[in-house]
């Protein structure tokens, strides 16, 4: 009966050893919170292009008004010292004109100084965006080829102990496989203990002499009185 019980132990370390490699498989990182950091990223490197294309265009169109602006106001200006108008009214009408294309080319030029500054800053923040969205890329890469790597050795792993599992199970008789199953699925995984020191291995409360005595005769299965697992005595 002591190989049978040495056999339920070795089953019952086993099934300890593939819990723990499902529970590492379970608790691997596997990068979804990091590729969703990158795809808010990419959004706000996306978003930070269209601002620098956006000013890019501002700019060139104020740019261009401006040099309309600028080519009436020398024409309108050309047209006054010429000589050819004499007309005193015309004359004032065309100063008038480029007074006002004057206040537009100085407001134009205001408005492309600051379109200047917001698109080098929109540009330096785009910058930004990219060397960040860079640097997450290659996080959410490294962290996908531990992932993988991790998850093949822990699966390896695992089919190494589910073929030690059906091989330790296959030593035991048809009743004590049972009994060690039942118990397995009533106390959070753990069949069998051994009685160390005069204490049960599971619950870690004194175990009766009278108990241990059977315990290492070992003619039968014998039970904690205080939690009901399995004891195994040690030689």
Do not use: W
Not at 56 to 71: C, H, R
């Amino acid at each position: 009966m002591r190989e049978q019980l040495l056999a339920s132990y070795e089953l019952q370390q086993i099934d300890l050893a593939l819990r723990r490699l499902q529970r590492e498989l379970s608790q691997l990182d596997d990068g979804s919170a990091l590729r969703q950091e990158v795809a808010a990223q990419e959004a706000r490197h996306q978003a930070a292009g269209r601002q620098v294309h956006e000013l890019d265009q501002d700019l060139l169109d104020t740019e261009l008004q401006m040099k309309s602006k600028e080519g009436k106001q020398k024409d309108c200006e050309h047209k006054m010292y010429s000589g050819l108008v004499r007309n005193p009214k015309e004359l004032a009408d065309m100063q008038q004109e480029v007074g006002l294309l004057t206040a537009a080319v100085d407001r134009l030029a205001d408005q492309a100084l600051e379109l200047m500054d917001r698109l080098e800053q929109a540009r330096t923040q785009a910058q930004e965006a990219a060397a960040d969205l860079k640097a997450l890329q290659e996080q959410a890469a490294e962290l996908q080829a531990r992932y993988q790597s991790d998850s093949a050795r822990l699966q390896q792993e695992l089919e190494a102990e589910t073929a030690a599992r059906k091989q330790a199970a296959g030593l035991l008789n048809a009743g004590l496989l049972r009994k060690y199953e039942e118990l397995r699925a009533r106390k959070g995984g753990v069949a069998v203990v051994k009685a160390t020191n005069g204490l049960c291995g599971g619950c870690h409360i004194s175990v009766p002499l009278d108990v241990l005595r059977r315990a290492h005769a070992a003619q039968d299965m014998v039970f904690c009185d205080s939690c009901g697992r399995l004891l195994l005595a040690e030689a």
